[in-house]
């Protein structure tokens, strides 16, 4: 699983400071949580914690924080991609989920995505994604030809301007596809 995500979505009812569920998905894909949502699809973990990669990270609750590093998850937070380039980072990101696996799933937050591209989510946090750099995460996601399933989350139609974040969306998704400019 490739995790783009501002978050961490690794929180449980035990670690949450909001409360909210939509920040509790990966910890319950990982077995962590309330089990009435970690029994979704079957008893037990849906993934192991060698076979997660956070990319893009820059706001991570403290328990959030002590899950990753007990269970050892790579995460590629903001500084990781300042200072090496997206296109470093994917490259590593792409060898740490495809190693030893048929397909990967790639969970898409549009709020990855700096707020000044993409303003229409509600879980805006400064410091993300440019346009291009995350046109490059997509279209080498698609060269890598490891992807088996992907979703794109946090796009907030009531919050947009003019659709920009939802026309991103479409194009981020393109990209993921294979769609090229050439």
């Known amino acids: 699983v490739l995790w783009i995500d501002a978050h961490g979505d690794l929180n449980t009812p035990d670690t949450t400071p ?33 076979r997660v990669v956070l990319v893009g990270s820059r706001q991570l609750d403290e328990g959030e924080r002590l899950l990753i590093r007990s269970l050892g998850i790579t995460c590629f937070t903001m500084h990781e991609i300042d200072k090496h380039g997206m296109a470093a980072i994917m490259e590593r990101a792409i060898t740490i989920v495809s190693n030893g696996t048929d397909g990967v799933h790639v969970s898409f937050d549009i709020d990855s995505v700096d707020p000044g591209e ?65």
């Open 18 to 50: 909001s409360g909210n569920i939509h920040g509790m998905s990966l910890a319950c894909s990982l077995g962590y949580g309330d089990s009435r949502l970690t029994s979704v699809g079957g008893n037990g973990p849906k993934v192991q914690p060698d």
């Open 118 to 182: 993409a303003p229409g989510t509600g879980t805006k946090v400064r410091g993300g994604f440019l346009y291009r750099e995350a046109h490059l995460a997509m279209e080498l996601l698609a060269e890598a030809g490891i992807v088996t399933s992907a979703d794109v989350v946090e796009v907030n139609p009531q919050l947009d301007n003019g659709r920009r974040t939802a026309r991103l969306a479409v194009e981020l998704v393109g990209s993921l596809l294979g769609e090229r400019i050439l």
